[in-house]
């Protein structure tokens, strides 16, 4: 009984520091806008940011690629045979393979 009194009367006397050091560790840590989930969702901004950099660097290529198709029809029907092997409906086409088959 006497280690509880003295316990007891060892927190009554810190009492302030307690509620302090309680406090700090809540705001810190586990708070909704804590100090660590908020260095976490800064993070998860920066990387958002820097990946729609990106995507808005890729839209402007193919928004430059697209117009120079519409304004170039002879590009159109150049990756049209080249890239999609089309052909027109009087003509044949013959792909050959770089590699001979496996014997």
């Known amino acids: ?7 007891g009367s060892i ?16 705001l810190l840590a586990l708070d909704e806008n804590a100090y660590l989930v908020q260095r976490i969702k800064a993070e998860k901004i920066e990387q958002l940011e820097a990946e729609l950099a990106g995507l808005k660097s890729q839209l402007a290529a193919d928004t430059r690629a697209l117009e120079e198709l519409d304004s170039l029809p002879e590009l159109t029907v150049r990756i049209a045979r080249e890239q999609h092997k089309m052909k027109r409906p009087d003509e044949d086409i013959f792909v050959f393979a770089d590699t001979l088959p496996d014997r």
């Open 1 to 7: 009984m006497n280690i509880i009194k003295s316990i």
């Open 11 to 26: 927190l009554w006397r810190h009492k302030t520091i307690i509620i302090i050091v309680f406090m700090a560790v809540y």
